[in-house]
Structures are given as structure tokens and as C-alpha cells.
Antibody, heavy 118, light 108 residues
Framework: EVQLVESGGGLVQPGGSLRLSCAASGFNFGNYWMTWVRQAPGKGLEWVASVEENGGEKFYVDSVKGRFTISRDNAKNSLFLQMNSLRAEDTAVYYC???????????WGQGALVTVSS | EIVLTQSPGTLSLSPGERATLSCRASQSVTSSHLAWYQQKPGQAPRLLIYTASSRSTGVPDRFSGSGSGTDFTLTISRLEPEDFAVYYCQQYGNSLWTFGQGTKVEIK
């Protein structure tokens, strides 16, 4: 059974940092593009960042460039999102997602809530 | 950046009816890079359609996708109770991924 389990969410003050983790199982993690997608409360889906299979190429939405870093550890079947200089508008459920092909994602986690508030 | 605009924002239909959802792109999208997702309240999105018209594993054949260029459509031939949800189109191009704002299909 495929599983993606996010952890590391929580309440953080503006300007603070948080690191999200995603533990993968049930599929060949090292062969998949991995991505973070977020959803602000009551809003739609927003792509945040993606990393290719070997961790080389990384891509970010403009609003998080220079603040967020996506990384992966294929030996541990894990995906990470380091989030620095957090803002209120970063408040959202963050989903970990994976796809065998670059354009789309067939596997999704259940999400981790990140709340940025003083 | 390619902007995806979905219409209508909300579709109010009864079970058994046909649903037609539109996704229009601000510039041409490669069909192989267009996908549709379903999201129910409190759940993660689920991949329904990829490459504009291919159904993902386990997706019932009442769901179909079509279109090319800047105009894409998701059709649900006969709505079942479990189909009432929010649907998003999504595209990939030039190392960027974008979603439409979603169409909510609600029970009339």
C-alpha cells in the first residue's frame, strides 16, 4: 500500500522557521518526482516546490523562492521542506505528492497544517 | 506563467445528471501535461485524469477528459452521490506547475 505521511506542521510566529517531512512507503521513491502543494484555509490548491528523482533539479513558485528549500533523502524514502522567514500568507495545509512523470502526481499524503500567527 | 481559469465556479446538479466542467488556459498547454483532480472535504486531492483524457487507476468510466490547446473539459456522464466534490485542472509547462481555482459540484 502506498503511503505518504507528512509531519512537522504546527504554529509558528511570523519570521520563524519550520521543517516539514514526508515519509514515503509502498512505491519506489527514488524513481518519482516529489512535490509540495499547499492549500490555504477555504482556498484552492497551489503548487509550492518540486524536486526531480535524484534531487538535482528543484523548482519553486515565485512567492517562496529564497525562503523555502525542498530536498529529499532517497536512502530514507523521505522528502523535506525547510521553510524560513514564514509569513501569515504561508498558512495552509501542506501536501506531499509524488508522480512517476514530471507533469502530474498520483500519490498524495493527508497533509500537515502550518499556521503562521503571532 | 500559464493561468488556468475554470468555469463555472459552482455547478448545482442532481444525481444522475451530466456535469461538464471547463478549464481554459491563458496560453497553449501541451495535452500530455494537463491533469484533473478531485478533492472532497477534509481529504487530499485525487488524480482523476492525466494527459488530458486518460483515466487514472481505479477511476470510473463515467469520468472523461477532452480538449487541446487552451480549452479542456472534464465530463461526468451521470453523477453519483460520491462525485459531489471540488475539481481542479492542473498543468505543467516551463518548469512551473499551476492549478485552476476549482469548480465545486454540489447537490441541487
Amino acid at each position: 500500500e502506498v503511503q505518504l505521511v507528512e509531519s512537522g506542521g504546527g504554529l509558528v510566529q511570523p519570521g520563524g522557521s519550520l521543517r516539514l517531512s514526508c515519509a514515503a512507503s509502498g512505491f519506489n521513491f527514488g524513481n518519482y518526482w516529489m512535490t509540495w502543494v499547499r492549500q490555504a484555509p477555504g482556498k484552492g490548491l497551489e503548487w509550492v516546490a518540486s524536486v526531480e528523482e535524484n534531487g538535482g533539479e528543484k523548482f519553486y513558485v515565485d512567492s517562496v523562492k529564497g525562503r523555502f528549500t525542498i530536498s529529499r533523502d532517497n536512502a530514507k524514502n523521505s522528502l523535506f521542506l525547510q521553510m524560513n522567514s514564514l509569513r501569515a500568507e504561508d498558512t495552509a495545509v501542506y501536501y506531499c505528492a509524488g508522480g512517476i512523470f514530471r507533469p502530474r502526481w498520483e500519490y498524495w499524503g493527508q497533509g500537515a497544517l502550518v499556521t503562521v500567527s503571532s | 506563467e500559464i493561468v488556468l481559469t475554470q468555469s463555472p465556479g459552482t455547478l448545482s446538479l442532481s444525481p444522475g445528471e451530466r456535469a461538464t466542467l471547463s478549464c481554459r488556459a491563458s496560453q497553449s498547454v501541451t495535452s500530455s501535461h494537463l491533469a484533473w483532480y478531485q478533492q472532497k472535504p477534509g481529504q487530499a486531492p485525487r488524480l482523476l485524469i492525466y494527459t488530458a483524457s486518460s483515466r487514472s487507476t481505479g477511476v470510473p468510466d463515467r469520468f472523461s477528459g477532452s480538449g487541446s490547446g487552451t480549452d479542456f473539459t472534464l465530463t461526468i456522464s451521470r453523477l453519483e452521490p460520491e462525485d459531489f466534490a471540488v475539481y481542479y485542472c492542473q498543468q505543467y509547462g516551463n518548469s512551473l506547475w499551476t492549478f485552476g481555482q476549482g469548480t465545486k459540484v454540489e447537490i441541487k
